[in-house]
């Protein structure tokens, strides 16, 4: 029998993407994920060899976000929903205005614009 906490794991999940520049994340439910209707935070740091701009592209379903900069190792960009902050601060202005959305089941990235980056994705999975 599932417990509520194994339940409630099943329904929420955290992907951590370390050093890579082509990864896949899962979402198991049958929903596509858009930022705007339901919970999708995406928190991208640690970003190396940046010099003129950094860019996340779902190869799945073809959503794009793009900085406009070269970010550093320092920054700490969060898409939260339709916010974007860069260190805590509004950061919508210097990106494409565009927003990553994960298809359901296996969505493939790419990292342009910088040799390594670690990339946390936190959603729940939804079921029509």
């Known amino acids: 029998m599932t417990t509520w906490a194994e339940f ?4 929420q999940t955290m992907y951590t993407v370390y050093d890579k520049t082509s990864f896949r994340v ?9 930022p705007f209707q339901q919970d999708l935070k995406i928190t991208i740091k640690q970003v190396i060899g940046s010099t003129g701009y950094f860019e996340l592209r779902n190869i799945t379903n073809g959503t794009v976000f793009r900085v406009n900069e070269a970010v550093s190792d320092t920054q700490t960009i969060v898409l ?31 990292i342009y614009g910088a040799s390594r980056a670690t990339i946390e994705f936190d959603f729940r999975f939804y079921y029509l």
């Open 8 to 11: 409630a794991r099943l329904k």
């Open 26 to 34: 899962y979402n198991a439910g049958n929903v596509p994920i858009h």
């Open 80 to 110: 939260d929903g339709p916010n974007i902050t860069s260190n805590g601060l509004n950061f919508l202005r210097k990106t494409n205005k565009g927003f990553i959305e994960l298809s359901p089941g296996w969505n493939d990235f790419q």
